[in-house]
């Protein structure tokens, strides 16, 4: 008798009528075979084996080179189950429009039938997944970014406790392209894309959009959050887990080098992206790294950015849209180094800066985490990490300081629900655009918003041992509309500081919005910056904080009744705080 998934995987090729049916075991002989498809497709090279073995370059459709949120739909009975920040479709209606677009969509094409697990191999927290993909590059990704083939399928054995993600590339058009969650059937249909967000179903689709949905109804947590542990003197490692929007320097935190090494303070990578996490026999908020591999933006990364990253991405990687030198190495902007002669860009011509970029801005790497120097060592560990703290974070010019402490859990998941990041204008530093992004997972919650803002909350009151809720802000800017702080490796300063907060020690000040760092709050100790610069970090300025409470006044009054009482309150309870401390 067939299982439950080969019964799935035949009913997706009932669909999709692709000529050839394989089934993934992961072996290296497997994923040898798809890489030479992959070359033989014409869209795809091989690098430069002495310097970067095992590793390729791949060109994805021009048309097709980032998540597209537009056509990106959660689909559910009823509309408002998905809330003003999704787009919705009716499940029959969505079932109908793009089950004919993968009507015979794989004709002519090999269904690579990909078993994958969503966490390390035997733990609670992981989850299975099947994917069903005509892309080899997605199975070369997946590979990378999930623990695929027979250790999936033995996991899974007979169970039907998976998700299922039918790909198919289609025919790249983007008006026929279609990434649609059916929450409630755990399932994930993508069509028209072959961009990693939107191909590798293992990533937002499940780990976020359905994975969030499940958590709502189990009673854990999916989040948007990279992990880390930092080291302090003495070996002892604290976790801590942080959301910030997309191009805020996640991956770079996440492998941070520490400028406090000699001083015994360094960090750890657990994940850089996606957490999830459970409530622990011991009473802590228990993280695993869902994911095996980090599929990071690579321009602007480099030795002085990311060189843990820089240091494990010369093998087994697959790069995407970026640059290619003549020696066959990937090039990108900000990679440190001058455009050599006869660079390539991304689209496969001879570079000439008069045109442009060599490589695309939203071009990747995929590698796999376990080269990362920074990997911690518990990174796998079945049971997870426990969390002590939460990070929030995003650019503000001028808003936010430097860092703040939450109150307690509801203050703290309304600072998570106000969370936005503001597009600058770089050269005056005048503020932007800004965009509301609570707790980083506006793409990404697979239902109602005002309802996971309720799920935090009624997490709060089941963690015993809650983490603490911070805020960070790497991006406010001078007069002159130059960054006061150097960021990067400095940053461990800030997180010390959140550890000795945790522990109960490190000093602060109470403002409106939260307690942050006293002047020696902060460990500064070999750090050039000038006191009117830290005056300026630490600023909280009430009319700034107006504007902003005003924006998100606006921004939560689009849940209308749903959004839950509590943070209403909260908003109320910044803007008192406010008038209370003004001096008559
Ligand atoms: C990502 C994103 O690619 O958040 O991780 O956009
Ligand atoms: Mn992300």
Avoid at 445 to 461: I, P, R, S, T
Wanted: net charge neutral; aromatic share 10%; proline share 8%.
């Amino acid at each position: 008798m067939a299982t439950p998934m080969e019964a799935w995987v035949e009913e997706a090729a009932r669909l999709t009528k692709p000529d050839q049916v394989v089934f993934c075991d992961g072996s290296e002989a497997e994923n040898q075979n798809i890489l030479q498809t992959m070359l033989n497709q014409g869209d795809s090279y091989q690098l430069n084996q002495k310097t970067y073995p095992n590793c390729y370059l791949h060109r994805s459709n021009p048309s097709d080179v980032a998540r597209t949120e537009h056509l990106t739909f959660i689909s559910t009975p009823q509309k408002d189950d998905v809330g003003p920040t999704n787009n919705w479709m009716d499940p029959e209606g969505a079932k109908f429009k793009v089950g004919k677009l993968l009507d015979g969509a794989m004709r002519g094409r090999i269904m690579y039938v990909v078993p994958y697990i969503m966490g390390p191999a035997g733990s609670p927290i992981s989850k299975v997944g099947v994917e069903v993909t005509d892309s080899p590059y997605v199975v070369a990704s997946m590979r990378i970014m999930s623990r695929m083939g027979k250790v999936a399928t033995d996991q899974l054995g007979n169970s039907s406790d998976f998700v299922p993600g039918l790909h198919s590339i289609g025919d790249l058009d983007p008006l026929r392209r279609y990434i649609v969650h059916f929450p409630q059937e755990r399932l994930i249909w993508s069509v028209g894309s072959g961009y990693g967000g939107n191909a590798l179903l293992g990533k937002k689709c499940f780990a976020l959009r359905i994975a969030s949905y499940m958590a709502r109804q189990q009673g854990w947590m999916a989040e948007h959050m990279l992990i880390l542990g930092l080291e302090s003197p003495g070996g002892r490692v604290t976790y801590m887990a942080a959301a910030f929007p997309s191009a805020c320097g996640k991956t770079n935190l996440a492998m941070m080098v520490s400028s406090l090494q000699d001083m015994g303070y360094k960090v750890w990578t657990i994940g850089d992206d996606i957490s999830w996490m459970k409530i622990g026999p011991d009473g802590y908020l228990r993280a695993i790294n869902p994911e095996a591999g980090f599929f990071g933006v690579a321009p602007g990364t480099s030795m002085k950015t990311n060189p843990n990253v820089m240091a494990a991405l010369h093998h087994n990687t697959i790069f995407t849209n970026t640059g290619m030198t003549p020696e066959f190495e990937p090039w990108w902007e900000g990679i440190g180094t001058e455009p050599p002669p006869g660079l390539i860009t991304w689209r496969g011509e001879k570079w000439d800066p008069s045109k442009g970029v060599a490589a695309q801005p939203n071009s990747r790497y995929t590698v796999p985490a376990k080269q990362s120097p920074s990997i911690d060592p518990r990174w796998e560990a079945p049971e997870g990490v426990p969390i002590s703290a939460f990070i929030f974070g995003g650019r503000r010019a001028r808003l936010a300081p430097l860092v703040y402490e939450s109150f307690n859990w509801q203050h703290g998941v309304f600072v998570g629900a106000t969370m936005a990041s503001e597009t600058t204008a770089a050269a005056t530093g005048d503020v932007g655009i800004t965009r509301r992004d609570p707790m980083a997972m506006l793409p990404f919650c697979g239902y109602n918003m005002a309802d996971y803002f309720q799920h935090w909350l009624e997490m709060g009151k089941k963690i015993p041992h809650p983490p603490k809720i911070f805020h960070v802000n790497w991006f406010r800017k001078g007069a002159d509309g130059k960054f006061l702080w150097p960021g990067y490796g400095e940053n461990v300063r800030v997180l010390k500081w959140i550890l000795e907060r945790v522990e109960g020690r490190g000093s602060a000040q109470e403002t409106p919005i939260g307690y942050v760092p006293t002047r020696n709050g902060l460990t500064l100790e070999g750090l050039k910056i000038a006191p009117e610069a830290l005056d300026e970090l630490f600023r909280v300025d009430a009319d700034n904080w107006a504007t902003d409470l005003a924006d998100s006044k606006e921004f939560f009054a689009k849940f209308g009744d749903r959004l839950p009482a509590e943070i209403r309150k909260e908003h109320e309870a910044v803007g008192k705080r406010f008038q209370q401390s003004v001096p008559a």
